[in-house]
Structures are given as C-alpha cells and as structure tokens.
C-alpha cells in the first residue's frame, strides 16, 4: 500500500482534541438557553390547566397600537423552535406564527392610539394584556405575563421579568403579537404612505423621525410621546397642549420601554 508522505500522523487523542475544539462555540459568544414549558408542566402536575402566557408588542414606537396576545399551548403539539420573538428572524416568526395559531388557544387584543393617548402607554398595554387573557376561548387557571406588572384578570398571575426569554407559553405570546402588529403596520404604511411603516414599524429611527418632521404627524402617530409633539408643534401648532409625557407613570419613568423592532 502506498502511502502519502506529506500526510500527518494522528492518533486517537490528538483526533479527540480537534473534534472538542470544532464542538467549541467561537470565543465571545454567548450561548442563550431557550424558553423551557417547565413551569407550565409544574403546574399541570399539581392539577393546574390551563395555564397561559401573554405578551405584548409596541410600547416603544411612535405611532401604531400597542397588540397584547394571550396563548395556551397544547402539552401535546408544541412547536418546535419557540422563542423570544426578538431572537427570531422574521421569516422564522412568520413561521412559528402559523404553527402556534394551528396547534395553540389564541387570542389577540389592541390597544388603540387614542387609548394610548389618554391613558398612557403603560396603562394601555396593561389593559390589551388583559383583554387578551379574557377574549382565550377558555379561562386559564393561571397566567403568565411577561414584565413586572400583573394584570388584571380573574385567575392566578404571575409576573416574570424577562419571560418572553424563559416560559415558552409567554415566549409564543410575544410571537403572535409581533407578527400580527407588523402585518398591522404594514398595512397602516397603505394608508398612510410616506412615513415608511412596513420596514420601522413605527419605532423611533432615524428614517422615521425624519419622516415625521418632513410630513407632520398621521392620525396613527401617538400624540403626547415626545417627537411627534415636536412635530405637531411645527406643522400644527395650534393643536399642542401641555401633558404629562406619556412614560411617566404616577411621577415615576416607565423604565420597561423597548424599541426593539
């Protein structure tokens, strides 16, 4: 047999060590667990069913409603590859959206402009959250909501920070209510051309607020948050009254505002 000098030697060891350095993820990169159904499954052991998760999408944009969504996931049929909505390419949420409304209990709320106008944007996603656990199709016996606030709803609630990253019922709730919200904006961009809602979503980046100085505010943008009020004062000056700035709650910041798109 004719072997091939310029090949190099190796034994099991040295084979062993290449295969556990190529295992190895990059230096710097942080791996994330996803969202587990473990408290959930706690609490279907203990006779506790069904549990849902809710989650909104929008309190940090300028302009659009704020959608809550509520979700009971079967034990039975879960999607695979649920997660923090933000985690998610667009397309993958588009995906799991279709999965989740197939094999899940859904329901959906919006909070409106006007809602969000007079009583502020935490008090308004609040009240969508809500909305959406009572519009399920059958009551839970607890939910999950993610943040810090509970709602008001007529079960059991428990309040996770940051659970759209660590319960997978809340973590589907954030999907549902991301992608229907920007199937919303994208179509409020048909009504409303020029400001760029299909790509933004209505969040504050530079494209929109540029935009927004251009045109002045649309009957969509959100009257009291701090650029459009900028904006009205120099297109419709006449309309600008003095108001509480909108992420002030009870004299205290709303510090839980994300403008993720």
Same mark, same amino acid.
């Given at each position: 047999?004719?072997?091939?000098?310029?090949?190099?030697?190796?034994?099991?060891?040295?084979?062993?060590?290449?295969?556990?350095?190529?295992?190895?993820?990059?230096?710097?990169?942080?791996?994330?667990?996803?969202?587990?159904?473990?408290?959930?499954?706690?609490?279907?052991?203990?006779?506790?069913?069904?549990?849902?998760?809710?989650?909104?999408?929008?309190?940090?944009? #300028?302009?659009?409603?704020?959608?809550?969504?509520?979700? =009971?996931?079967?034990?039975?049929?879960?999607?695979?590859? =649920?997660?923090?909505?933000?985690?998610?390419?667009?397309?993958?949420?588009?995906?799991?959206?279709?999965?989740?409304?197939?094999?899940? /209990?859904?329901?959906?709320?919006?909070?409106?402009?006007?809602?969000?106008?007079?009583?502020?944007?935490?008090?308004?996603?609040?009240?969508?959250?809500? %909305?959406?656990?009572?519009?399920?199709?059958?009551?839970?016996?607890?939910?999950?909501?993610?943040?810090?606030?509970?709602?008001?709803?007529?079960?059991?609630?428990?309040?996770?920070?940051?659970?759209?990253?660590?319960?997978?019922?809340?973590?589907?709730?954030?999907? =549902?209510?991301?992608?229907? %919200?920007?199937?919303?904006?994208?179509? #409020?961009?048909?009504?409303?051309?020029?400001?760029?809602?299909?790509?933004?979503?209505?969040?504050?980046?530079?494209?929109? %607020?540029?935009? #927004?100085?251009? #045109?002045?505010?649309?009957?969509?943008?959100?009257?009291?948050?701090?650029?459009?009020?900028?904006?009205?004062?120099?297109?419709?000056?006449?309309?600008?009254?003095?108001?509480?700035?909108?992420?002030?709650?009870?004299?205290? =910041?709303? /510090?839980?505002?994300?403008?993720?798109?």
């Amino acid at each position: 047999m004719i072997r091939d000098k310029s090949a190099k030697k190796t034994d099991g060891k040295s084979e062993k060590k290449a295969g556990k350095e190529q295992a190895e993820p990059p230096k710097g990169v942080i791996a994330v667990a996803p969202p587990s159904f473990r408290r959930e499954r706690a609490l279907i052991k203990r006779g506790v069913w069904p549990v849902a998760g809710c989650d909104e999408a929008g309190r940090g944009p #300028l302009a659009g409603p704020v959608v809550a969504a509520a979700v =009971i996931l079967d034990p039975k049929r879960i999607p695979k590859g =649920i997660d923090d909505s933000k985690r998610l390419t667009p397309e993958r949420r588009e995906e799991l959206f279709e999965e989740i409304c197939a094999t899940s /209990s859904f329901a959906v709320a919006f909070a409106s402009t006007a809602r969000i106008d007079r009583d502020n944007i935490l008090r308004a996603s609040l009240w969508a959250l809500a %909305r959406s656990v009572h519009a399920l199709p059958e009551m839970p016996k607890h939910v999950f909501v993610d943040g810090r606030d509970k709602i008001d709803a007529p079960c059991d609630c428990e309040a996770v920070i940051g659970g759209d990253g660590i319960i997978m019922s809340i973590a589907a709730a954030s999907i =549902i209510a991301k992608v229907t %919200r920007d199937r919303l904006m994208s179509a #409020l961009a048909l009504d409303c051309p020029g400001y760029g809602f299909e790509t933004h979503k209505g969040y504050a980046v530079p494209e929109h %607020r540029e935009a #927004l100085d251009r #045109l002045g505010p649309s009957i969509h943008h959100r009257r009291f948050f701090a650029p459009v009020i900028a904006a009205r004062q120099k297109h419709f000056p006449e309309t600008v009254e003095v108001e509480p700035d909108l992420f002030t709650v009870d004299g205290e =910041i709303d /510090s839980d505002i994300s403008v993720t798109i």
